[in-house]
């Protein structure tokens, strides 16, 4: 079965400095990865993807994501934190391997940035 | 396109009454997934469907919770009865292809169960 922790349930970072969000995963096989971003009384909204190919992917709003298979892991960066960063951030991951099409996500992490 | 539509926004109902939630894929999605979320459980995947079949249902908590999609255009989520602990946003989810590279979202379905 597959899964996705995120470690933290917050994570506060100064405006200018770089943010990390961190996730994990399990699959059987090889994963699809996500990043997702919730606003307040919003839906989700897709922010980058990792299906094959380069390990550092690019997103929306200048964010990136490292896909590591040794650690299992695909951390959500950027280089520089803004105020209206500040959200609810959410990594999914989804089974490649697998005839499904579940897409599971994690428990989610917010983000505050402070002025 | 307007994106997956979601009706109502807010429904606040009795113990023992029955609830539907209703969804509007976006066109040319063929798959639609319904999420539960609550502070204590996240983000849970409840059902989801391809062209209108329902293909896994495990995460619908009971067999008060009931899910249909008659047309590409339209899927319900029913509860019955409905439950003090069913209270959360639901969200309805469409995407294309059996990837589903990117998922939209709708803005949801604030249920409270008094």
């Known amino acids: 079965a597959q899964s996705v922790a995120q470690p933290e349930d917050q994570v506060n970072v100064a405006e200018g400095n770089p943010l990390t969000v961190k996730c994990t995963y399990s699959?059987?096989?090889?994963?699809?990865l996500f990043w997702y971003v919730q606003y307040p009384n919003r839906g989700l909204q897709f922010l980058l993807k990792?299906?094959?190919?380069?390990?550092l992917v690019k997103g929306s709003y200048g964010f990136e994501a490292e896909f590591n298979k040794s650690q299992t892991s695909f951390h959500l960066k950027k280089p520089s934190a803004l105020v209206s960063d500040s959200a609810l951030y959410f990594c999914a991951v989804r089974d490649k391997g697998s005839s499904a099409s579940k897409i599971i996500f994690g428990s989610g992490t917010r983000l505050s940035i402070r002025p | 396109d307007a994106g997956v539509i979601q009706s109502p926004r807010h429904e606040v109902t009795e113990m023992g009454q029955e609830v539907t939630l209703r969804c509007k894929p976006i066109?040319?999605?063929?798959?639609l997934f319904w999420y539960r979320q609550t502070m204590m459980r996240g983000l849970e995947l409840l059902i989801y469907f391809n062209n209108n079949v329902p293909i896994d249902d495990s995460g619908m908590p009971e067999d008060r919770f009931s899910a249909k999609m008659p047309n590409a255009s339209f899927s319900t989520l029913k509860i019955q009865p409905s439950e003090p602990r069913d209270s959360a946003v639901y969200f309805c989810?469409?995407?294309?292809?059996?990837?589903?590279?990117?998922?939209?979202f709708g803005s949801g379905t604030q249920l409270s169960v008094l």
């Open positions: 066109s040319g999605h063929d798959y």
């Open positions: 989810a469409s995407g294309r292809g059996r990837t589903n590279e990117k998922l939209f």
């Open positions: 699959v059987s096989g090889n994963p699809y």
């Open positions: 990792y299906i094959t190919g380069d390990n």
